[in-house]
C-alpha cells in the first residue's frame, strides 16, 4: 500500500502562486509515476500534470501548460506542483495519485491506483 498526502494548499490572489506537496509513504513509494488532479465544484475530476519514476519526462494539461510545474524528489518521496499566475478559475481541489505501472506517464485517471485526501486551492479575483 501507499500512502499519499497533500499540503500547500490555500486562499490566494490572481496572479499569486502557490507550492502543493505529496508525501509518498509506503513500500516502494518512490518508484511510481504520479500525477495530480484537480476538481471544481460541479466539475469532473481532471489531470492536469503527471511525471515519470524518473522525473525526466512530464504531461501538462492545456488548462495549466506554462503556468504550472511538476516535479518530483525520490530521495524524499515528495511530489511537488508548483503553481504560478494563478486565475480564479483554478479554484479546485487538488489531489496526487500514484500509478502502478511500470514506466512511462500515466495520463488516464483509471490508471491511477493510490490517492491522497486532497488540498483546497481557493484564488480570488
Known amino acids: 500500500q501507499v500512502q499519499l498526502v497533500e499540503s500547500g494548499g490555500g486562499l490566494v490572489q490572481a496572479g499569486g502562486s502557490l507550492r502543493l506537496s505529496c508525501a509518498a509513504s509506503?513500500?516502494?513509494?518512490?518508484?511510481?509515476?504520479m500525477g495530480w488532479f484537480r476538481q471544481a465544484p460541479g466539475k469532473e475530476r481532471e489531470l492536469i500534470a503527471a511525471?515519470?519514476?524518473?522525473?525526466?519526462?512530464?504531461y501538462y494539461s492545456e488548462s495549466v501548460r506554462g503556468r504550472f510545474t511538476i516535479s518530483r524528489d525520490n530521495a524524499k518521496n515528495t511530489v511537488y506542483l508548483q503553481l504560478n499566475s494563478l486565475k480564479p478559475e483554478d479554484t479546485a481541489v487538488y489531489y496526487c495519485a500514484a500509478s502502478k505501472i511500470v514506466s512511462g506517464i500515466m495520463t488516464t485517471s483509471s490508471g491511477y491506483d493510490y490517492w491522497g485526501q486532497g488540498t483546497q486551492v481557493t484564488v480570488s479575483s
Open positions: 511525471i515519470n519514476t524518473s522525473g525526466r519526462s512530464t
Open positions: 509506503g513500500r516502494t513509494a518512490n518508484i511510481y509515476p
